[in-house]
């Protein structure tokens, strides 16, 4: 069973959907790890009786110093795969490194489009027919780290920003699930040569869910 730790800052819609999968999906989240001691993933996780911590950023000199109480705690339950949902505070290259091929986030676009803030605007903005959401392993790139899986949804000619961030949100809730769950069988190799299921990633959510 793959052991999952997933870090969140807030609601943790996401982490909802890896805790409903977990028993199909073949992997379990062993902690779940939060830099914000009120964000609403850390009442999802004990609801669902998994373990949390939380590690208030605030509390720390320096990004390392912050960064180093998370990876003792990590390494601490030996997770295989750490999983970013939502977990707002950028992570050094040497956090990035001890984490290599074993490190995934989530982000609302298709990447390589709209890396960084505000996605769901700029998708408007630019007048794109499709948005949608990307799972990447991470590297020191922010959001330019090797893509596993995207997911697209239409935009809407009455779309406004949160109607359009809704739609993307549930579907970054099936792809992120099926990611997860897709490492757990070991359908997906590590980088620098990502293929799923033997096929050069990314794949489209279709295919990962076949
Ligand atoms: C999601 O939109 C995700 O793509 C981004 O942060 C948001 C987290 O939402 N990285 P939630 O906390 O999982 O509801």
């Known amino acids: 069973m793959l052991k999952v730790a997933v870090l969140i800052s807030g609601s943790g819609s996401n982490l ?17 790890l939060s830099n914000i001691a009120t964000a609403f993933g850390i ?26 109480q998370i990876i003792q705690t990590l390494d601490n339950v030996q997770v295989d795969l750490v999983v970013l949902a939502g977990f707002m505070r950028i992570l050094t290259p040497s956090f990035i490194d001890h984490y290599a091929g074993r490190l995934i986030n989530i982000h609302p676009s298709l990447l390589p489009k709209f890396k960084g803030l505000d996605t769901h605007a700029r998708a408007l903005q630019s007048g794109e027919s499709e948005h949608g959401a990307s799972v990447h392993y991470v590297t020191a790139e922010l959001d330019g ?3 596993i899986a995207q997911a697209c949804v239409p935009v809407l000619p009455d779309d406004t920003e949160s109607t359009l961030a809704n739609r993307v949100l549930l579907i970054e809730h099936q792809l992120y699930a099926g990611v997860v769950s897709a490492i757990a069988l070991g359908r997906v190799t590590r980088p620098p040569l990502v293929l799923v299921d033997n096929r050069p990633a990314p794949v489209m959510l279709q295919q990962l869910l076949h």
Do not use: M, N, S
């Not at 890896?18 to 992997?27: F, H, K, R, S």
């Open 43 to 68: 009442t999802r996780a004990q609801k669902a009786k998994i373990d949390t911590v939380v590690i208030p950023h605030q509390d720390y000199e320096t990004r390392e110093t912050f960064e180093t």
């Open 145 to 147: 780290g090797p893509i």
């Open 16 to 32: 909802q959907a890896l805790i409903d999968q977990q028993t199909v999906g073949q992997y379990r989240i062993v902690l779940v």
